[in-house]
């Protein structure tokens, strides 16, 4: 095992469900503004359904390839590892969610709609990985800002009188129903955090885990090692020719070998830049 | 084999950490000393704190009941500990009695705090041999309390006014 596929195997297997488990913990925690207590506030259901969306369009997205994630060809801790990767993927994104959804009242309402109405349109556009993750980190940085910057701020007990008079405002044309739970400035330093952490996670996140491309190669140096070493020169000397094929195979190979005769593997190895 | 120890690591790690998540929505800690308190009680090394117990107490027998309280809270803070329940819910009854009329408000939170010493010496049964105390078992006391909030005609006794509060 070489340094690049154990760091990979790191990321996969410890670095990606800690960094979303991180995500799920922090997503909804909320700092008092009077006597600075922890608050955890569960994910609400409309986060939950958001969340399905968002897995859904991971895949559609191409974020996501389910069935290289999950595969009956796959040894059974590898597949509960991916399970569990997928799980916590699903309630980081609950939890993203909930960081940045008022708690209560009519704005609570207006940013699940919001959220609802873009994540549902998005079912039916056209997008790649890369513009699913952009999507998403323009998506939730909005929300953020609104939230954690313009909302507490008309809010926050220390502003202007400008600033308090438009909430006030703004609570009198909602009748009371849009007046957000005050919290502690840490809040947004934390959600701000929880949505870096899940846009890393994000990044990290490949859509075909186990790689075709990896698997392919590594049973051909499976194959290649158990050739007897005068066969190993030979398929040595196929993939130095390049890409010429079965003809440089052929000189390579002792006079009177038939190349049906080297077996299975050695056939693999010198049909692969066919491809 | 490397990549096998990576995964089944992986896959412990998260299911700890997911255990750790839930348990913490779960308990919803107000403080990281909270955090700390309720990993103690999981461990099963919680224990109450003997000094603000024993201050409890003093203030209890001094029959500053509320400032009682407040220590025997701050003692058990997960409230894990049937006896300083037993004194917490004591503190209640002594409180909130009276000659003419029981505080009723008062009597429901003694029964409260009863009912979690009952619950929390199911295993073993709890006696406190305090020489100041009359009532001696969370049973004996949660039937003091429930005597006490129910509206009888013998309320009405006048003789009532000579009882003696336990």
Known sequence: MNNASRNRALVRFVLLPLLLLTVALLGGLRVSSDDHAFIFIAPPLIALILSVLLMLLFVRGHMLELRAWISSGYPVLVNVSHTLTLLSLFFASAQAFNSVLPETGLLFWLFSLFFLWTLWNNQFSNFDARHTLRSLTVLFGTAFALKHMLLASLYAPEGSWLRKLTGVVLEGVSLGTIAPQRFAPATGYISFFTLALYVTSLVLLSPQPESLADEEAGQVVRAYRKLPPGEQRVVRAAIDAGSDGESDVRRALPAGTDLEDSGEEETVVARKPER | ?166
């Open chain 2, 1 to 166: 084999m490397q990549h096998k120890l990576i995964q089944s690591v992986g896959v412990a790690w998260t299911i700890l950490y997911a255990f750790f998540v839930i348990w913490i929505y779960a308990t919803e800690p107000r403080t990281f000393k909270d955090v700390a308190t309720g990993a103690q009680v999981v461990a099963g090394t919680y224990e109450v704190d003997r000094e603000k117990f024993e201050e409890g107490l003093r203030l209890f027998r001094a029959e500053q009941f509320r400032a009682a309280r407040d220590e025997w809270a701050r003692a058990d803070p997960e409230r894990r500990d049937a006896r300083t329940q037993f004194y917490i819910a004591y503190a209640f009854y002594r409180e909130g009695w009276g000659r003419v009329y029981n505080d009723d408000a008062l009597f429901k939170q003694g029964l409260e705090a009863a009912n979690r010493a009952i619950s929390l010496s199911e295993n073993e049964r709890l006696r406190v041999d305090d020489t100041d105390l009359q009532i001696k078992t969370p049973a004996e006391l949660k039937a003091e309390l429930e005597q006490g909030l129910e509206r009888t005609v013998d309320d009405l006794n006048p003789l009532k006014v000579f009882r003696q509060r336990k």
